[in-house]
């Protein structure tokens, strides 16, 4: 038995699949992606989204922006601060980004701008300093509701006005071998 088979060429192109190119951060950057999981409930203990400014210090991979984002908050309202060049180029999709170190655009906005929301996994190495220098930015901002900080940062970090919300479990940052827990200060 013969089948005849005509050939067809009205076949549209089909567009080659885009790969997403994966992020490379040197292990200098203490980059140290959130979970997404943890993300979110990072952003639920925020509080209710609004018309808050909200900052990412150190935002890295744009993993709590993204929660943000996926919570509703707008990307109008989303300022991230992110100093290693790749990562702040990756982070435009999502809210405004100043690429540069967070702890000298803390000290040069310090007294002019307020955050009521932020949220941040600043790097273990230096949290003190950059909860600190995070603090010296929250404020209302005209709103009535306290301004909010929630932090994800080392288990023996201790701050006076911080309550903590969640310890995280052993395996949340394997490679950076800390263990973690996520704190909120109200103002």
Partial sequence: MVIPVT???DFAKLAAPSIAEPVMVDKFTECHVTPSDVAARMVGYLGRQGDYLTLEPSAG???LSKALLAAGHS???LVQVERHIKLAGSLA???TVQ???FLEYAAEIAGKVEFP???MNPPF???RKHVAAAVSLLGRHGHAEPATLVALVPITFERGDAETLETLPADTFATA???TKIIRIRR
Avoid: L, M, P, W
Wanted: glycine fraction near 8%; aromatic fraction near 12%.
């Fill in 75 to 77: 990307k109008f309202e």
């Fill in 7 to 9: 050939r067809r060429n």
């Fill in 125 to 127: 190495s230096d949290v």
């Fill in 93 to 95: 999709a999502f809210g």
């Fill in 177 to 179: 071998k800390v263990y």
């Fill in 61 to 63: 991979t744009g993993q």
């Fill in 99 to 101: 690429n540069r170190c």
């Fill in 117 to 119: 929301r932020i949220i």
